[in-house]
């Protein structure tokens, strides 16, 4: 991360009596974030090795796997195939209710941009876990910090953010990104991220 870029996480390290599902609520058996953080990281990889971006964005209800989907807007040729919303749409298509909705944890290695951020609020997933932070087009600081009381009254509300779980993992795939793509569009902006 560059000098001055902004700190994450924005609510302090990840500690495990912070996340939800925590204590005795349901009997089941959680992956840990860092376990779900590191099956992203995976799906990253299969990306980067496909000539894409290496961003991922995984699904959880408690363990299952909801959906799936990494950013193919290379294969594509396509702007708006990026991981998150893939991974959102395909979640929004099983119909689930608010309060499974309001469950929902979306996993992913790149803070959110804007498009991406807002439709996990209009999805109504409860909490996003993301790896490394973006300076330049994350979102999700930017509306943490602009979250007002004007909002309360909304239908919408802010998920649960953590930020910078495994971003060391996530910046070397983006290393491995440059390494193979040292020039052209998009090499600038990933500098931004390692
Ligand atoms: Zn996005």
Redesign the pocket.
């Known amino acids: 991360m560059p000098a001055g870029a902004p700190r994450i996480p924005l609510r302090g390290e990840i500690a495990r009596e912070e996340l939800p599902f925590k204590g005795s609520r349901t009997e089941m058996v959680y992956m840990t974030p860092e376990e779900k953080m590191a099956e992203v990281l995976r799906l990253a990889e299969e990306a980067l090795l496909q000539g894409e971006l290496p961003i991922a964005a995984i699904i959880f209800h408690g363990d299952r796997v909801v959906s799936r989907a990494f950013t193919s807007e290379k294969h594509d040729g396509r702007f708006l195939v ?1 991981a ?2 893939k991974a959102l749409q395909e979640m929004d298509r099983e119909k689930n209710s608010m309060k499974e909705r309001r469950e929902m944890q979306l996993f992913t290695n790149l803070e ?2 804007m ?2 951020f807002g439709a996990a609020v209009h999805s109504f997933v409860g909490s996003v876990f993301y790896a490394l932070g973006s300076p330049t087009d994350g979102a999700a600081k930017w509306v943490v910090d602009r979250w007002t009381e004007d909002h309360v009254d909304s239908v919408f509300s802010l998920p649960e953010v953590f930020g910078g779980l495994l971003s060391a993992g996530s910046r070397a795939l983006f290393e491995r990104y440059l390494a193979a793509n040292p020039s052209g569009g998009l090499a600038d902006w990933v500098r931004t991220l390692v």
Do not use: I, V
């Open positions: 990026h998150e919303m959110p941009c498009m991406c």
